[in-house]
């Protein structure tokens, strides 16, 4: 798994996500496939990442705006699935860097935590 191609030489780049609520929050669950570096940076070792910030409906105007097509599936549970396709895929993670980005804080010790600036983790 090479997760340094560049979208714009893959056709073929899928972004899949799993986003489930945690109360004001959500917790992310990417497909190990192909993901910026910039983006993948943004999760753990297993895909994961936690207390992010996402706006949907942001999501839906910004891939809209663009002219880009996604799957977007909300479940019983409140969880949405998003998964995009070749440049869309790049779009999808260009919009999420920039949610990851408006919740960025430092902490103490100068590791990275999503989440509302200001709140204790």
């Known amino acids: ?3 340094t191609k560049d ?5 073929g780049a899928v972004l899949n996500l ?3 609520p945690e109360g004001e929050t959500w917790r992310l669950y990417a497909r ?4 910026p570096v910039y983006l993948r940076r943004c999760f753990d070792q297993h895909y994961e990442a936690h207390s992010v910030l ?5 999501l839906d105007r910004y891939m809209s705006k663009r002219g880009f097509p996604f ?4 479940n019983k549970f409140g ?5 995009a396709r070749g440049e869309a895929a ?3 993670a260009v919009w999420l860097s920039k949610a990851f980005a408006s919740g960025f804080r430092q902490e103490g010790d100068g590791a990275l935590v999503v989440g509302a600036p200001g709140r204790a983790r």
């Open 18 to 20: 799993l986003c489930t």
């Open 32 to 35: 190990p496939t192909w993901m």
């Open 1 to 3: 798994m090479n997760t």
């Open 54 to 58: 996402l706006d949907f409906e942001d």
């Open 90 to 92: 790049m779009e999808l």
């Open 79 to 83: 969880d949405v699935e998003l998964t």
């Open 71 to 74: 799957d977007k599936r909300v």
């Open 7 to 11: 979208a714009t030489s893959d056709e």
